[in-house]
């Protein structure tokens, strides 16, 4: 039987694509300039370059949590329609999107006896998210029930890997994750924060490099040292409103895996708000 599957708007995926392949977003509200959006489908090119240029003249972004009622709002004309849910959340480890929907999936599934919500903690955001459901798509398209596909998707997420840079560091320092002096001596010396997502989906500071030629090749290193190439799923390619950053990214994955698949995607706001215009990553199935 078909059975719905949903992820939210921190996925980057294509809005063609996502329609092309039935895959269904959770809205997520963030700001931009003074007007606080709901954000219900990816968004276009022109509100996304709006957005960054807002964070360079000095906007203060912020983004909001999905209730648990929102979810219950979301689910509900699938469930009148007899069919289950596949649901892939943003990071328990970087919001509580995930305890959201278990709170609503439960509810829901005493309001409707015989249905299934299965909630997936993909442990991962933007490009990880989307490989993810990429691969819940296809799952699907193979004759995977909704729980065999949950269980393949549940291991899968410890092998996803987020290698990015970001240019700014009062982003970071806004979510605490460096100091104030920390902040001011990166920005003076042009110094580029190196993250990822660790295993439990937290985001964690790795490194730093004075430059983004040298963060990028950074990037690169962790990449080549980690991926699987044996894997089926796509490398994705994120920026926030940095595309020359995103191409000596290809270039360089190319060089190592010159016959990769690889995607490119803007980084959603809902992300965006809190790394900053200038952000580059590399999302890949690991070894």
Same mark, same amino acid.
């Given at each position: 039987?078909?059975?719905?599957? %949903?992820?939210?708007?921190?996925?980057?995926?294509?809005?063609?694509?996502?329609?092309?392949?039935?895959?269904?977003?959770?809205?997520?509200?963030?700001?931009? &300039?003074?007007?606080?959006?709901?954000?219900?489908?990816?968004?276009?090119?022109?509100?996304?370059?709006?957005?960054?240029?807002?964070?360079?003249? &000095?906007?203060?972004?912020?983004?909001?949590?999905?209730?648990?009622?929102?979810? $219950?709002?979301? %689910?509900?004309?699938?469930?009148? =329609?007899? $069919?289950?849910?596949?649901?892939?959340?943003?990071?328990?480890?970087?919001?509580?999107?995930?305890?959201?929907?278990?709170?609503?999936?439960?509810?829901?599934?005493?309001?409707?006896?015989? /249905?299934?919500?299965?909630?997936?903690?993909?442990?991962?955001?933007?490009?990880?998210?989307?490989?993810?459901?990429?691969?819940?798509?296809?799952?699907?398209?193979?004759?995977?029930?909704?729980?065999?596909?949950?269980?393949?998707?549940?291991?899968?997420?410890?092998?996803?890997?987020?290698? %990015?840079?970001?240019?700014?560091?009062?982003?970071?320092?806004?979510?605490?994750?460096?100091?104030?002096?920390?902040?001011?001596?990166? /920005?003076?010396? $042009?110094?580029?924060?190196?993250? =990822?997502?660790?295993?439990?989906?937290?985001?964690?500071?790795?490194?730093?490099?004075?430059?983004?030629?040298?963060?990028?090749?950074?990037?690169?290193?962790? %990449?080549?040292?980690?991926?699987?190439?044996?894997?089926?799923?796509?490398?994705?390619?994120?920026?926030?409103?940095?595309?020359?950053?995103?191409?000596?990214?290809?270039?360089?994955?190319?060089?190592?895996?010159?016959?990769?698949?690889?995607?490119?995607?803007?980084?959603?706001?809902?992300?965006?708000?809190?790394? &900053?215009? &200038?952000?580059?990553?590399?999302?890949?199935?690991? =070894?």
């Amino acid at each position: 039987m078909f059975y719905a599957i %949903f992820t939210d708007v921190s996925a980057d995926l294509s809005g063609q694509w996502a329609l092309e392949h039935q895959l269904s977003f959770i809205p997520m509200s963030y700001s931009l &300039g003074e007007e606080m959006r709901v954000c219900a489908r990816p968004e276009e090119a022109d509100i996304l370059k709006k957005f960054y240029d807002g964070q360079r003249s &000095g906007d203060l972004t912020r983004t909001s949590q999905i209730t648990p009622a929102q979810y $219950q709002e979301a %689910f509900h004309e699938t469930l009148e =329609k007899g $069919q289950d849910i596949l649901y892939l959340s943003l990071s328990g480890g970087l919001s509580s999107t995930y305890e959201s929907a278990c709170m609503a999936a439960k509810k829901l599934m005493d309001k409707y006896p015989g /249905t299934t919500i299965e909630c997936v903690d993909t442990l991962a955001a933007t490009g990880g998210m989307d490989i993810l459901s990429e691969r819940a798509v296809r799952n699907r398209d193979i004759g995977m029930t909704v729980k065999e596909n949950a269980e393949n998707l549940r291991a899968a997420t410890h092998r996803i890997r987020h290698w %990015f840079l970001v240019q700014d560091l009062k982003y970071l320092q806004r979510g605490g994750r460096v100091g104030a002096v920390a902040a001011t001596f990166g /920005t003076i010396m $042009q110094m580029r924060p190196i993250l =990822k997502i660790d295993e439990t989906g937290k985001l964690v500071t790795i490194g730093k490099e004075r430059g983004n030629r040298f963060a990028v090749r950074d990037l690169l290193k962790h %990449f080549s040292e980690t991926h699987d190439e044996a894997a089926e799923d796509p490398i994705y390619v994120i920026n926030a409103d940095a595309p020359e950053l995103a191409e000596m990214l290809e270039h360089g994955i190319r060089e190592i895996y010159p016959d990769a698949v690889i995607r490119h995607a803007i980084l959603s706001p809902i992300i965006g708000a809190h790394t &900053g215009p &200038g952000m580059a990553a590399i999302c890949h199935m690991g =070894k």
